[in-house]
């Protein structure tokens, strides 16, 4: 997380403003502002009160190309939080605004929103919104960012995840220092899609003289001087690998010893503010650095100052908003009497600004802005509007995340993919390409309003041939700019992979789990069952299987069986001794305690929640605050009750439906086919853990 605190500015309050992605929390006292009409060219909104939000004062306003998300509070209450979701219309106009939840104060609501997605956290559990309806959750905690479908969450690491499971470990490309000389802030909260931005600096500790307009000694302080800044991007969906180039950006020579004043993220660029913070007497400088990451190459341009700043009678101070996107950043001044104006600049023509009538905008996407306005003398209460502006929005739309992509499908079972973009895009076609390079489909897709294209499907026909397929999207918005990636590179593309599973006979492509039996046979995890060509879907799952199950999971690491059994019923001929030692070492099974002696039970059927405590300790026993509130009815007080609400919540299970009411029913053995789809989505989610088992499926060794 990111805070930009201006300290040395003398007002009556502090203003201490929190970037979060594409959220910012405020933290505001009633500081004057100054109020002013728009500039010409700029539409908006009818102002709408915090009380239609349900509270006295903002915490987040989220705007998405086609809604508004807010989180307001009560600030007399310790227990008030309402979040809602505001439709918007062209114009853009408010419709009526919906309550999603109300939440606890006293933990931190957070509400990030990408496209129709939403992801809302109180500090124990989050949860997915799409278009105002709740889909699911998604883990603990409170996520910080969200693009696309990919989101950051904090904790003990700092981890991007996609909706669909892909998680990566940011901490490892952090640059820390203990001292000033090699330091390192770095901003993994900037993300595009599954894109992270760093930024790097060296600086040094030293005395900064800040002067007053006649030149003379305003005061003079120590702080940390950067001497150089550097930007990387980093892309998690490849494990956080360097995406183009590390590049050091120039620092304008009149710019803000305290290094920049915010950058912003986007398809192949990332642009920087900078900022004469102070130091220049009355006049503050402000430039925007832009760097194209793929070829390194970077520029530097002087924005024009406006004559409220130019002509302020101390010194001013500046920073970004939020969000800066699609040519547009946006800017707040202040000197010691107070606002000296809101704007938005064109980043492609840096002399084209507006003026803005609000006191700060807190989300931006293309050329559309939400301005929140602190109450005044004239105004005692907090709103938000959207305003349109004449620039910017024209960049082409970006693919910044597929949910819903399927690795391994069966003949006559459907692809079913979901897109995210960074705008709305018109009606075009998804072409499918089988392996040798000649397209077998086309599919239309339909025209979005918020840059998320749902329900595309393709179903292969019977007889379709097995091996790697690739989509490709052909999509352009309403000025004719095809999409591409999220690197600036090509139309948006992926694959798949067809299986027939002809082996086992008793699997049609219509069987509920034929995909994930297929995903286990491609994986090598089974191998079926009497001479191969039977799979026995309905058959319970021994804990002997099971051992030999979770160990090809774990990709068949080397494994020197021990020569005396740890397990009296387990001798060192069992088909499967090797497998249940190497889950007994691991801590994976515990076994049973009979008389004084310790069992494994290997002709067994594995009950539902043994299966779960397998799962959750082959995912490294990951930290978890079970929920008071079980998922299910059936399982409170039960043994296994963390690991089976760890599942719950991670959706590697959704239950069973028992006479119309969605139980898990702990006891009843798990079968064949249910096994290998709690294998298949542990994986397919990179939910196993990679450290001690760094060939498992999901990991790259």
């Not at 650095?289 to 009678?313: E, F, H, V």
């Not at 297929?518 to 090598?524: D, I, R, S």
């Not at 995912?619 to 039960?638: E, H, K, R």
Request: hydrophobic share 35%.
């Amino acid at each position: 997380m990111t805070t930009l605190v201006l300290p040395r500015i003398t007002r009556a309050a502090l203003f201490v403003v929190t970037v979060i992605g594409t959220a910012t929390a405020l933290v505001l006292g009633g500081a004057a502002v100054s109020q002013a009409a728009d500039s010409p060219g700029v539409t908006s909104t009818t102002p709408k009160p915090v009380s239609d939000f349900g509270g006295t004062s903002f915490d987040h306003v989220v705007l998405t190309p086609d809604h508004l998300y807010t989180d307001a509070y009560d600030a007399t209450s310790t227990s008030s939080h309402t979040i809602s979701w505001t439709p918007l219309s062209a114009g853009p106009q408010f419709g009526k605004t919906q309550t999603l939840l109300t939440i606890s104060r006293a933990s931190t609501a957070v509400v990030l929103a990408s496209t129709g997605r939403a992801l809302m956290g109180d500090g124990t559990q989050t949860s997915l919104y799409d278009r105002g309806t709740k889909t699911g959750t998604i883990n603990t905690g409170s996520p910080v960012a969200l693009s696309g479908s990919w989101y950051v969450q904090r904790g003990m690491s700092d981890l991007m995840n996609s909706l669909d499971g892909t998680s990566t470990e940011l901490s490892q490309f952090e640059s820390w220092s203990p001292t000033e000389a090699t330091g390192g802030p770095y901003d993994s909260t900037a993300i595009f899609g599954s894109l992270a931005l760093f930024t790097t600096t060296t600086s040094h500790s030293g005395a900064v003289t800040v002067l007053n307009p006649d030149g003379t000694v305003n005061y003079t302080y120590t702080t940390s001087i950067t001497d150089s800044f550097a930007v990387t991007v980093r892309d998690a969906s490849t494990g956080g690998t360097v995406v183009g180039k590390t590049v050091t950006v120039p620092i304008p020579p009149s710019a803000d010893p305290n290094s920049n004043a915010g950058c912003f993220l986007t398809g192949g660029e990332v642009d920087c503010l900078w900022i004469a913070l102070e130091t220049q007497s009355a006049t503050s400088g402000m430039w925007v650095t832009r760097t194209d990451y793929l070829s390194g190459k970077t520029t530097t341009s002087s924005l024009t100052l406006p004559p409220s700043i130019a002509q302020s009678a101390s010194p001013a101070s500046c920073y970004t908003n939020d969000s800066w996107t699609d040519g547009v950043v946006s800017v707040s001044c202040f000197n010691s009497a107070g606002s000296l104006g809101l704007y938005a600049y064109n980043v492609n023509q840096p002399t084209q600004y507006v003026q803005i009538d609000g006191s700060f905008i807190d989300s931006a996407v293309g050329n559309r802005l939400a301005v929140v306005t602190f109450p005044t003398t004239q105004d005692t209460t907090y709103s938000v509007r959207v305003v349109e502006l004449p620039f910017g929005g024209g960049s082409k739309p970006y693919l910044i995340g597929v949910v819903g992509d399927q690795n391994t499908v069966a003949p006559s079972a459907p692809l079913n993919l979901e897109l995210d973009l960074s705008k709305p895009v018109q009606a075009g076609t998804l072409t499918i390409t089988g392996p040798t390079g000649t397209p077998v489909a086309t599919v239309t897709t339909p025209a979005s309003t918020d840059g998320s294209l749902r329900g595309l499907t393709w179903t292969p026909p019977a007889g379709t041939p097995s091996g790697t397929y690739t989509w490709r999207l052909n999509v352009t918005d309403a000025t004719g700019q095809a999409a591409v990636n999220n690197i600036g590179n090509g139309a948006p593309t992926g694959t798949f992979t067809i299986n027939t599973c002809t082996p086992f006979t008793d699997v049609p492509p219509t069987y509920l789990f034929a995909t994930s039996i297929c995903w286990a046979y491609t994986n090598g995890i089974t191998k079926g069952t009497g001479d191969g060509t039977t799979y026995s879907p309905t058959n319970p799952v021994n804990r002997g299987s099971m051992a030999a199950f979770l160990y090809r999971l774990a990709g068949s690491p080397a494994w020197k069986a021990p020569t005396v059994s740890p397990f009296v019923d387990v001798a060192t001929t069992n088909q499967f001794y090797s497998s249940i030692t190497w889950l007994y070492a691991h801590g994976i099974t515990k076994g049973t305690m009979i008389n004084g002696q310790l069992y494994y039970q290997p002709g067994n059927a594995v009950n539902r929640g043994s299966m779960a405590a397998f799962m959750y300790r082959i995912a490294g026993n990951p930290t978890w605050s079970a929920p008071t509130t079980p998922p299910f009815p059936d399982i409170s007080g039960n043994q296994f009750y963390t690991s089976i609400t760890w599942l719950a919540a991670n959706g590697i299970t959704t239950g069973s439906q028992v006479n119309g009411v969605t139980m898990y029913v702990p006891a009843n053995a798990v079968n064949r086919g249910s096994m290998a789809a709690f294998m298949s989505r542990l994986a397919t989610k990179h939910l196993i853990a990679c450290t001690p088992y760094p060939h498992a499926l999901g990991c790259t060794p």
